[in-house]
Nanobody
């Protein structure tokens, strides 16, 4: 049973930073990729960044490039999203998602995501 859990959300002023965490996914033999998505008020869910477990390759959506960094702590089996220079437009519920082998969960490919967390709220003012 896969249960993804996000943490680290909160309220921050514009220009500030937050680090989100995601736990509960398996290794590179169980899951292919783990990704971050977000859904702002009255907006559709959109991809933020993705991490391929087998080789550590990453992809970023344009909104995240240069400000957000996705990384994985192997010892803790935790995926992080380090967010810097946050803007009010980054206000959203941030979700962690994972795909089984054979599927690449990432922005624009939500149908490939097999598992979702409950989300963590990020508010930037």
């Amino acid at each position: 049973h896969v249960q993804l859990v996000e943490s680290g959300g909160g309220s921050v002023q514009a220009g500030g930073s937050l680090r989100l965490s995601c736990t509960g996914f398996g290794d590179g033999h169980q899951h292919y990729a783990v990704a971050w998505f977000r859904q702002g008020p009255e907006k559709p869910r959109e991809g933020v960044a993705a991490f391929v477990l087998s080789d550590g390759s990453t992809t970023y959506e344009d909104s995240a490039k240069g400000r957000f960094t996705v990384s994985k702590d192997s010892a803790e089996n935790t995926l992080y999203l380090q967010m810097s220079n946050l803007k009010p437009g980054d206000t959203a519920v941030y979700y962690c998602a994972a795909s089984d082998m054979g599927g690449y969960c990432r922005g624009g490919h939500m149908t490939a995501c097999n598992y979702w967390g409950q989300g963590t709220q990020v508010t930037v003012s």
